[in-house]
C-alpha cells in the first residue's frame, strides 16, 4: 500500500515561516512530479508549488519569492518552506505525488516488467496565519 503524509502545518504569525514536509512510503518503484496544493477555507484547491523529478520548479503567482519547494528522492520526500507567511496563506495544504508502480497484473498477463503512474494526494496539513 502507498501514501503520502503531510506534516508540518500549524499555527504561525504574519510575517512568520513554516515548513512543510511530505513523505512517500510504500513500494515504490520511483516519483515523478510531486507538489503542493493549497484549499483556503470557502474556496477551492489550487497549485502553490510543483517540482520535477529532476528538480525543476514552477510556482504560483502569489507564492514566488516567498515560498520554496524542494526534494530528497532518497527519502521519497517534498518539502515547502514557506517565508513572509501572510494572513491569505491561510489554507489546508496537500502534497500530491506522481508515484511510479510496478504493475503486477501487466506484468504477469504480459510477462514483462511494467510500470504504472499513480497520482495520489495527503490527507493534508492545517496552515493558520495570523494577523
Known amino acids: 500500500q502507498v501514501q503520502v503524509v503531510e506534516s508540518g502545518g500549524g499555527l504561525v504569525q504574519a510575517g512568520g515561516s513554516l515548513r512543510l514536509s511530505c513523505a512517500a512510503s510504500?513500494?515504490?518503484?520511483?516519483?515523478?512530479?510531486m507538489a503542493w496544493y493549497r484549499q483556503p477555507p470557502g474556496k477551492e484547491r489550487v497549485l502553490v508549488a510543483r517540482?520535477?523529478?529532476?528538480?525543476?520548479?514552477y510556482y504560483a503567482s502569489s507564492v514566488q519569492g516567498r515560498f520554496t519547494i524542494s526534494r530528497d528522492n532518497e527519502k521519497n520526500s517534498v518539502a515547502l518552506q514557506m517565508t513572509s507567511l501572510k494572513v491569505e496563506d491561510t489554507a489546508v495544504y496537500y502534497c500530491?505525488?506522481?508515484?511510479?508502480?510496478?504493475?503486477?497484473?501487466?506484468?504477469?498477463?504480459?510477462?514483462?516488467?511494467?510500470?504504472?503512474?499513480?497520482?495520489?494526494w495527503g490527507q493534508g496539513t492545517l496552515v493558520t496565519v495570523s494577523s
Open positions: 500530491n505525488a506522481d508515484l511510479l508502480l510496478v504493475d503486477h497484473e501487466k506484468w504477469s498477463r504480459d510477462g514483462a516488467p511494467a510500470l504504472k503512474t499513480l497520482n495520489t
Open positions: 510504500g513500494s515504490i518503484f520511483d516519483i515523478n512530479d
Open positions: 517540482i520535477t523529478s529532476s528538480g525543476e520548479t
